[in-house]
């Protein structure tokens, strides 16, 4: 993985089920994660278990995108046949999910 966040940057993530009282437009979105066409979008951590919720968006496909969880390891593994990894977006800025054209393009909200 690019750019891996380190411990002290997963910190400012909430913790897993923090937020589930908040309506998924309204959840705020820490941290971004791409490869090519793809995009993770993590709003809740728990450093217990290495996982992530968030929204996913794989290959463009906007009509199978999708609120779930995802295995940080398995993201910190994830390679293309060429080589390529996951990297984390160092110009990410905190913004709710209703405010990402991508997630918005998707219905996720």
Known sequence: MWNEP??????????????????LAE???PMHFFL????????E????????????ILNDDFQN???GYVSFDELRELKTPN????ERDLHWKTRKASEIE?????SGV
């Open 36 to 43: 090519g066409a793809c995009d993770w979008y993590a709003a």
């Open 45 to 56: 951590y728990s450093p217990q278990d290495r996982i992530f919720f968030g929204y996913a």
């Open 6 to 23: 380190a411990e002290v940057d997963l910190a400012h993530i909430p913790a897993l089920y923090a937020t589930e009282h908040v309506p």
């Open 83 to 86: 080589g390529l990894e996951i």
């Open 102 to 106: 991508r997630i918005v393009q998707s």
């Open 27 to 29: 959840k705020l979105i």
């Open 65 to 67: 995108a999708e609120w």
